[in-house]
């Protein structure tokens, strides 16, 4: 199958990857020299392999490709698609999938707290091949459907919007709370646009006039960073997914309020802590959250993603599509096999 590949230096088309992970071929193979030596049926129902409609490049793998998590194979995990291989129930159903592999028997799986699970695998950024590819593999568990009324062009930001959802899990809002988003990218929107359904006041910051224009048809307030001036607020979402965004966070949270980290990079942050003491601020690291709200919110249209959208590339030129996803102020860029 035609796939992106990741190498350590160099992204690359790659026309002939395996289809499935080389541990699932072995195994196959040795369910093949059985007894009868004919091909069995497909009948694990644990993995389903699932055939790739759209998926879409974030800022996590942009991070992957300056040496974040140190991954190699196929990138990817925002995608839908629709189940070739698997349980018969699922056979041709479209699909989103969970991105954190839990190994399912450890305390931390048993507390269902997956996401955390130390022997995880994370498609397409940590031991695991990931979306950027005609097929990709799943574990069934991860599996959530998508309903008729959601496209796939809404469907594909399922992952990064249960991202925006995770908040809710993590931080209490209050009607009235005044709540700032500082990061006016793909995440600062949709985490934006969650957070106004909990009835908190919601200012987004940024640095792009054309971004915030689509934001503030959400109903959400906006700010140019220009205009900033220094006001606190009692949470703070650090979304801007570059190293400088912490500093300014720090300094419009309220004291005994809260400073949501939602920024992944590569590199590392240097700045005084002090402040986070003195403030008596609460520091909650935040990353993949729940699916299930997420899709609700599609569809219901309670958020809407499509906006954020640039452009659809062919998977063929996906390394192209890097680059243009890679240049400032680029918005969504999405990859069809
Ligand atoms: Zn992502
Ligand atoms: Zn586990």
Known sequence: MQALYWDGHELSLNLSYPTLPRSKIEDRESKIVGATGSRPAFNDDRTALVKVHLA???????QIFKGYMGF???????FVGSVVEGPRE???TRVVGEINFACGRCDYCNRRLGRHCPS??????????GAFAEFVSVPVPNLHI???????EEAVFTEPLAAAFEILEQVQFNLGDEVLVLGDGKLGNLCAQVLRLTGASVTVLGKHEDKLKVI???GVRTMILSDWQPKQFDVVVEATGSPSGLQLAMTAVRPRGTLVLKTTIAGEHKVSLAPLVINEITVV???????APALEALEERSVLVTPLIEKVYPLSEG???????????ARKILLQP
């Open 216 to 218: 503030k048809r959400s």
């Open 319 to 329: 390394v192209e599509a890097v680059v243009r996803a890679g240049r400032p102020g």
């Open 120 to 129: 995880r695998s994370v498609m397409g950024i940590l031991g695991a091949d």
């Open 146 to 152: 998508v309903s008729e009324s959601v496209s796939d």
């Open 90 to 92: 699922l056979i041709n």
């Open 56 to 62: 879409g490049i974030c800022s996590t793998d942009l």
């Open 72 to 78: 190699r194979g196929v990138p990817g995990h925002e």
């Open 285 to 291: 690291g935040s990353r993949c959250g729940p699916f």
